[in-house]
Nanobody
């Protein structure tokens, strides 16, 4: 089992910044991907940013504002969020894909951290 510990959410004014962090621990075999998703009230969960086998992808709505980085040694992924907008409000979830010892992959989700952008 892999545990994910998220931190960094909170209340911020429009135009402000927040930095989310997610640390993976437990019986990790080999992490393939570390991503951030978000879910706004009444909406489906959506991908925000991902690092998959070293390739970085962003959702169009965060391009130029958010930056995802990963510390392989610490098994931690960060999401630097700048120029935040009210529509960025939601619960942000860390997602990790780990290789299984006997082959295949396993998905893990964090509990989520709330980001509220409001004046």
């Amino acid at each position: 089992q892999v545990q994910l510990a998220e931190s960094g959410g909170g209340l911020v004014q429009p135009g402000g910044s927040l930095r989310l962090s997610c640390a993976a621990s437990g019986s990790i075999v080999s992490i393939v991907a570390m991503d951030w998703y978000r879910q706004a009230p009444g909406k489906k969960r959506e991908l925000v940013a991902a690092i998959n086998r070293g390739i970085i992808n962003y959702a169009d709505f965060v391009l130029g504002r958010f930056t995802i980085t990963k510390d392989n040694a610490k098994k931690t992924v960060h999401l630097q969020m700048n120029s935040l907008k009210p529509e960025d409000t939601g619960v942000y979830y860390c997602h990790v894909i780990d290789t299984m010892a006997k082959g295949g992959f396993m998905n893990y989700w964090g509990e989520g951290t709330l980001v509220t952008v409001s004046s």
